[in-house]
C-alpha cells in the first residue's frame, strides 16, 4: 500500500478548505488528475452550455502558452464556437470566458492572477460564464502567502477572483452576477504541465 | 437645535423603509459579521492596521512623494493637490484634451466628496456611476445614505419606480431583474466609454500601487475598457509597505460586507496595455482637502485610520433609525461627522454631531480603532469654545452644580407634579415637559435625598473605608440603592463615608462640550472625595465611575489644569465601581451569598460606559449566577437602552424608538427580573416598562445582591 506523504496530506487539505471557501461563495469547483481531463471538462461544459460558431455563443480562450497549436485545433473541432483571439467585440458577445489563474488561495477560495495582458481580464470580466483553470501545485494557504510571491514591480495588473460577481445594493439581498459573470467554474488540475 | 434638522430627524422616523430595513440589516449584521471573523485575531488585525495607518498619518507628504515617484517610475501620472477645485480642473482639461464624451466611474467616496460628477455634466460629459447603488442614487438624483451601501436607504419598488421612470418604463419590483436591467443597460457605458474614473482603497506607496476592492466587477471593467483610467485617491489611503496591505484586505470585507474576501480585489501599479495594444493613461490625483492638516491635528489625525468600512454606521443604534441622509450628503454615520466637521466645516458638525448617544459600539468594532465617541465629544467641545453655550445650558449648569439647590428644585417640581406621582412613578407631566413622560414614566424625587438618608444609617466601626460617590440618581432618585449599597459593604467589614463636598460628577457639562464646567466639577469632587483617607472609592453609577477614574484627568488636561493632575490620579487609583468591589470581596472570602436564596431567572442589560468602558459586565453576571440565578440573555443585551444622560432631553424623538427595542428584546427574553449595574438605564428601562404595563421587575445589581449576601 502506498504511503501517503506529508505534502500530498497538506495539498489534500488545502484543496478541502478551498472547495470548501469557493463553494460557500458560489463558485463550482471540479478536480481533475490531468490535463487531458481538464480538456476533456471543459469541451463536455462547453457543449452543454451551447457554444456554437455564431454571434453571442462563441467561447473565448485566453490561452497564452497553455495550449500548442495541435491542441487548439483538436479542441477547436470539438467545440466549432471555440476561439483562441481574444478581441474586446469577441469578449464582449461570448458566451463563455476560459483562462489559466496563477495562484489559488485555500482559506477565502481565491483565485490569483498576474493580469497585465488585457486578454486574461476581457475573458474574465465580460462573458457571463467564466472557466478558470488552476494547478492544484499552486494552492496557497492565504493572501500573505501569496503577497509574498508577487511583486507588484513586476506585475502591473494583479487580479484577485473569489466566486462569481455580486451585489446586495438592493435591499440587502444577496444577486449574483451584476457586471462580471455570474457563474464561476473551477477547474483545479493535479498535473498540469504532465501532458507538455 | 435648529427646527429643520429636527424635522429631517422625524422625516426619517417617519419613513417606514428605514426603521424596517435597516433595523433588519442592523440586527443580521452583528451575526454575520462574527461570523466572517470566526477564527481571525480581531485585536490583532485592528492594532496592525491602526499601527499602520497612524504611521502613514503622520508622514503623508513624505509616503505621497514616494508614492509619486514610484508610480510615476512606472509610467503613471501623479497629481498632488491640496484642493478640491484642482482635482475637478484637472480631470476635466484631461477629459477635453482627449475629446472625452463619456465616463464610466466605479464607486469613488473621493468623487463624491468633491461633486466631480456635477462638474463633468456641466462641461457636457456624460458621467455614469457604475456600482449599482451608486447608479441607483445618480439616477433618484440623491446623496448616498451609506459609504457602502449607497442606496441601502430604498425599497426594491422605489428602485423599480426609479429605472421605470429614468431609464425604461415597466420595471418590476423584483431584484435579480432590477440587477439583470442594470447589467445590461450599463455594459454599453463600459464599452463605449473614453475614460474610467475609479477610487482606491489602499494606495502603497513604496510600489505606487493602488488595491481596489469591489463585488461586481465594476471595477475591472472600469480599469480595463476605456484607455484612459483617472483615480482619485484620498491621502488617508497612503501606507508605506505592500506587505502591509494583509491586515487592511482582512479586515476590509470582513467589516464592511461581512465577506471573507470580495469577488475581486484589483491591484494596479502602473499602466498596462488597452484592447488596442496603445498603453493605457494612467492619472492618479492624490487629494488632500485638508487630510494633512488633520494629520497635525493631536486629537483629530487618528480619524485618519479610517479604512471606510462603515461597520460604525451597521452597529450604531441611531444611524439604524434614522439612516444616513440625517448626517449629511456625503460621509454619514459616526464617521461621516468627524470627515464632514473636516472636509466641509466643523460648524456643518454642529446639529449631527448631537446624534450621537456616546454609546460606544463604533469604537469597540471600528478596524482603525478609532475612538469615534471620543473625538466627536472633541468636535463639541471646540463648538462650544468657538460658538459659546447657550444660556439656557449655562443656567442648567449653574443648578446641577449646586446639589442642595438642585435637590430643592426638582424636589419642588416633583411636588408640582403630585397629582401624577403613582407608585413612585410619575407618569405624565403637563405641557413642554410631557415630552418626559411620553415614553416611559419618571421616577418620583425622592422626599429625602440620600444624603440627609445617609446621615441616619448606623453603621459598625470598621478597620477599611470606602468613600461612596453617590451621583445624581442614586442621591435625588433611588437613595434606596445607596442604602444597600452600604449594607452591602459593612457585611465585608467596610465602613462607607459620604463627603458632603461631592457634587456632579461632570458628564452633562463634558458630554454638552462645556469642558471649564466638567474640570470644576471634577476638581471639586477631587478635593471632597480625597479629604479623608479611605481605602476605596466607590460609585453604583458607571457613568459616575468613569468620570472619576478617566474623564477628570482627560477634562483637567484639557483646559490645562495640569497641576490638579496628580490628585486626579490618586483619586482614579481608589475608584471601583460597586459589583466589582462586590466581586472582589466574595473573592478574598470578605462576603458570602446566603444558602437559602431561591433562584430566580433574570436577564442583563450590558449598560454603555460599564460594558464599554469599563469592562466590568461579566462580574455581576458572574456574582448572581454563584447566588443561584439562572441567567437568560437577551437579543443585543449589549445595546445601548437610549437613556444616554440628557440624550433622552434633547433627542426624546430617537430615545423613544432605541428604548422600544430594548423593551421588545427584554421581553422576548422572558425573565421575570432584569438587572442593571446603571441608575440611568434603570429610570429609562424600569419608565419604560412601566409605561407598558410590564410585570418584569428592574432592580439594580446593587439591590438584588443586598438580598443574597450574608
Sequence with gaps: MATTTESQNSVALLFDMFKMRATAVSAEVERVSSKALALEFIVRTLNKEDVEDKAGSHALWAASGFLDAAERAQLQSAVPGLRFEVTRELAAEAKVGISQMDWALANTGTLVQTADAVDQRLVSTLPPLHIAIVSTQSLLPDLPAVLARIDPRKSAYLAFITGPSRTADIERVLTIGVHGPGRLMIVMVDDLEGAR | MNKEFKQSILDALANPNLGGALGRFSEAYRVSRAKAYEGVDFEAVRHAIAAVKSDAAGRLDELAEQFKSAAESRGA?????????????????????????SVVKSKSMASEEIHLNKHLQEAGIDVQETDLGEWIIQLAGQTPSHMVMPAIHMTKEEVAEVFSDKVEEGQQANIPKLVK??????????????????????????????????????????????????????????????????????????????????????????????????PKELHIILMDNRRNEMSHDPRFKQ????????????????????????????????????????????????????????????????PGMIDIPDLILELRRRLAVEQGQPMVQKAIFSVVNNRRMFHTMLRAASLGQKPFVKQGFIRHLPLFLSSMTEFRSLPEIAAEPFRDRFKKIRQPKCAEKAAFFGGCLVDFAYPEMGEKLVEVLNKAGIEVTFPEGQTCCGAPARYSGAYEVASQNGADNIRALLEEDVKYVVSACPTCTVALKQDFIASLEAVGRTDELPAARKLAEKVVDFSTLVGQMIDEGRLRFKDDIPPVKFTYHDSC?????????????????????????????????????????????????????????????????????CPGCVMQIRGGLDKKGSKIKVEHTVERLAECLE
Excluded at chain 2, 501620472?77 to 475637478?88: E, L, M
Excluded at chain 2, 480599469?223 to 497612503?238: F, M, N, Q, R, S
Aim: charged share 20%; net charge positive; hydrophobic share 40%.
Design chain 2, 181 to 278: 436591467f442594470a447589467r445590461g443597460k450599463l455594459r454599453p457605458k463600459f464599452l463605449n466609454a473614453e475614460m474610467g474614473i475609479s477610487g482606491a482603497n489602499i494606495a502603497v506607496a513604496e510600489t505606487g500601487s493602488l488595491v481596489i476592492v469591489t463585488n461586481e466587477g465594476n471595477a475591472r471593467l472600469v480599469t480595463t475598457l476605456p484607455k484612459i483610467h483617472v483615480a482619485i485617491v484620498g491621502l488617508e489611503k497612503l501606507i508605506e509597505r505592500f506587505a502591509d496591505i494583509t491586515p487592511i484586505l482582512t479586515a476590509l470585507p470582513r467589516s464592511a460586507t461581512s465577506q471573507l474576501l470580495t469577488s475581486y480585489v484589483s491591484i494596479i501599479s502602473g499602466p498596462v496595455p488597452n484592447t488596442d495594444g496603445t
Design chain 2, 77 to 101: 501620472k501623479v497629481f498632488r493637490t491640496t484642493s478640491p477645485q484642482a482635482v475637478r480642473d484637472y480631470i476635466l482639461d484631461l477629459a477635453r484634451k482627449h475629446g472625452v464624451k
Design chain 2, 609 to 677: 460606559h460599564y460594558k464599554r468602558t469599563l469592562h466590568a459586565e461579566q462580574t455581576p453576571r458572574r456574582l448572581m449566577k454563584q447566588a443561584g440565578h439562572e441567567l437568560v440573555e437577551m437579543q443585543e443585551c449589549d445595546m445601548c437602552c437610549g437613556m444616554g444622560g440628557s440624550y433622552t432631553l434633547k433627542l426624546p424623538e430617537l430615545s423613544a424608538p432605541i428604548l422600544e427595542r430594548k423593551l421588545v428584546n427584554i421581553e422576548q427574553a422572558g425573565a421575570p427580573l432584569l438587572l442593571i449595574d
Design chain 2, 303 to 366: 480619524a485618519l485610520q479610517c479604512i471606510r468600512c462603515a461597520s460604525c454606521l451597521n452597529v450604531c443604534p441611531v444611524f439604524r433609525l434614522v439612516g444616513g441622509h440625517v448626517f449629511g450628503k456625503v460621509y454619514t454615520g459616526g464617521i461621516g461627522t468627524i470627515l464632514t466637521a473636516w472636509f466641509n466645516a466643523l460648524k456643518e458638525s454642529d446639529e449631527i454631531q448631537s446624534l450621537c448617544i456616546q454609546c460606544g459600539n463604533c469604537k469597540d468594532v471600528c
